[in-house]
């Protein structure tokens, strides 16, 4: 997305967003695009052999969607006309028309850009189609959207759709040398923040740049780690002390107590919250919450015994409900404990996190429209009610992204049978894939 450089206008009272300044001017400057802009990408083909036609430029936000519509009408010797879907309709899109054809007249052509065309209706894309098919107007659209459904069908056939990748740390650091570059000097953040950076920008070339506006006017040190790049570029949600307060210190006595197995104090501290005025439904949240991270799936019963004592509890009310929070207490307490499916989570979602928005692997997505079959979705799918086993062993993460494990169930309880399970399917999946069974 974008790179490159523009002239600041110094007379101008708002600068323009970085993102802005730093936009390309030639292809050559747009980054993660190669498939597309590179020696053999489709754009340069179609550029090379003077044949750009219409086409969708489906993609993320930030991605670079408006830059290569604008660098291809350019590339292109063509008029650049750009339209919003969500603030033009038909009266801007009669203006334009007229204008491309005094432009043909003239001898030139025309591209048409609307952003975000997924916002057209069905008649005002329907509305494109003859000016698109008489080659008043060449149309570049852009959607985040999905075009197989956003758009309709007959739009569809006059244009090809062109995929924009989110950009990888490549493209990223690509981005914050270019802006190093303009603005003079390094940013103020040391090298694992800098790592984070580009994650927290999760492929947004855009939004990396409106969180690096926040730190160029940094003194150089002491540099920033990560702890403090959060501090200045995250969420700024206020403050809430929880220290001190009896509603909570009251729940945690009560919740610690039942992880340590001891159903005579859960009692005592069950008791204490209801005589002073607790609100039941807060307790019953809150151990249902319990028998999903501390009991978990080492007694797979835990969450349905805890929403039937809720349920229980508000069929009878006060006092007769309170014996089934108590019946709740005392059947946590003495379960078996396991945290592997909160850990494992845990961790799952902190490699969601870091890995950002990486697509699934195109074999397991599925291909209503013909359109995603051409793009591979749903290739080489394999339905593992089909394998012998029952068990197929088809990789479910993402290309780029190696296999982890984050569920290690316990030996306790239900769990231990879990995990015979699991290794089992792992020797099966080595068998199938030659990988390694103790991943």
């Known amino acids: 997305m974008i790179q490159g450089m523009e002239e600041l206008d110094l007379g101008t009272a708002t600068p323009a967003p970085l993102a802005e300044l730093l936009r390309p001017k030639t292809l050559d400057d747009v980054v993660g695009q190669d498939s597309l802009l590179g020696p053999d990408g489709r754009l340069r083909m179609m550029l090379a052999q003077g044949s750009l036609g219409s086409i969708i430029l489906w993609g993320p936000p930030g991605t670079?969607?408006?830059?290569?519509?604008?660098?291809?009408?350019?590339?292109?010797?063509?008029?650049?006309?750009?339209?919003?879907?969500?603030?033009?309709?038909?009266?801007?899109?009669?203006?334009?028309?007229?204008?491309?054809?005094?432009?043909?007249?003239?001898?030139?052509?025309?591209?048409?850009?609307?952003?975000?065309?997924?916002?057209?209706?069905?008649?005002?894309?329907?509305?494109?189609?003859?000016?698109?098919?008489?080659?008043?107007?060449?149309?570049?659209?852009?959607?985040?959207?999905?075009?197989?459904?956003?758009?309709?069908?007959?739009?569809?056939?006059?244009?090809?759709?062109?995929?924009?990748?989110?950009?990888?740390?490549?493209?990223?650091?690509?981005?914050?040398?270019?802006?190093?570059?303009?603005?003079?000097?390094?940013?103020?953040?040391?090298?694992?923040?800098?790592?984070?950076?580009?994650?927290?920008?999760?492929?947004?070339?855009?939004?990396?740049?409106?969180?690096?506006?926040?730190?160029?006017?940094?003194?150089?040190?002491?540099?920033?780690?990560?702890?403090?790049?959060?501090?200045?570029?995250?969420?700024?949600?206020?403050?809430?002390?929880?220290?001190?307060?009896?509603?909570?210190?009251?729940?945690?006595?009560?919740?610690?107590?039942?992880?340590?197995?001891?159903?005579?104090?859960?009692?005592?501290?069950?008791?204490?919250?209801?005589?002073?005025?607790?609100?039941?439904?807060?307790?019953?949240?809150?151990?249902?919450?319990?028998?999903?991270?501390?009991?978990?799936?080492?007694?797979?019963?835990?969450?349905?015994?805890?929403?039937?004592?809720?349920?229980a509890y508000e069929r009878l009310g006060s006092p007769e409900g309170d014996l089934s929070i108590a019946c709740l207490v005392i059947y946590l307490a003495t379960a078996p404990k396991s945290n592997a499916a909160y850990r494992g989570f845990k961790q799952a979602t902190a490699a969601a996190a870091q890995t950002g928005s990486l697509p699934p692997p195109a074999h397991i997505l599925n291909a209503p429209t013909k359109m995603m079959k051409d793009l591979g979705y749903g290739a080489n799918y394999a339905y593992d009610h089909d394998d012998p086993d029952g068990f197929s062993g088809q990789n479910c993460f993402p290309d780029d992204m190696p296999r982890a494990r984050y569920y290690h169930p316990v030996e306790r309880g239900y769990e231990r049978e879990i995990a015979k399970r699991l290794a089992y399917w792992d020797r099966l999946r080595a068998a199938k894939q030659g990988g390694d069974p103790s991943t």
Not at 115 to 123: G, Q, S
Not at 263 to 269: P, Q
Not at 295 to 303: M, Q, R, S, T
Request: net charge negative.
């Open 64 to 311: 670079g969607k408006t830059t290569i519509a604008r660098l291809l009408a350019g590339a292109a010797d063509m008029v650049f006309e750009p339209v919003s879907a969500v603030f033009d309709g038909v009266a801007e899109l009669r203006k334009v028309f007229a204008r491309a054809e005094q432009n043909r007249q003239a001898g030139r052509r025309s591209l048409l850009f609307v952003d975000e065309v997924h916002r057209f209706n069905k008649a005002q894309q329907d509305g494109l189609l003859p000016r698109v098919e008489d080659g008043t107007v060449t149309l570049v659209g852009a959607t985040t959207e999905n075009p197989s459904f956003a758009l309709n069908g007959a739009l569809l056939s006059r244009a090809q759709v062109l995929v924009l990748n989110r950009l990888d740390t490549a493209a990223l650091e690509a981005i914050l040398r270019r802006l190093e570059a303009h603005i003079g000097h390094d940013l103020p953040v040391d090298t694992a923040a800098r790592a984070d950076l580009c994650a927290m920008a999760d492929g947004d070339g855009r939004y990396l740049l409106n969180m690096a506006a926040l730190l160029i006017d940094r003194p150089p040190q002491p540099q920033l780690d990560t702890a403090a790049l959060v501090q200045i570029v995250a969420a700024r949600a206020p403050a809430f002390d929880k220290a001190g307060d009896q509603h909570y210190n009251l729940m945690s006595a009560l919740h610690k107590t039942l992880r340590a197995s001891d159903a005579d104090a859960g009692l005592y501290w069950l008791g204490r919250m209801l005589a002073g005025g607790e609100d039941p439904h807060y307790i019953l949240r809150r151990l249902t919450r319990f028998a999903a991270e501390d009991v978990g799936l080492a007694e797979p019963e835990a969450v349905s015994r805890a929403l039937a004592a809720w349920q």
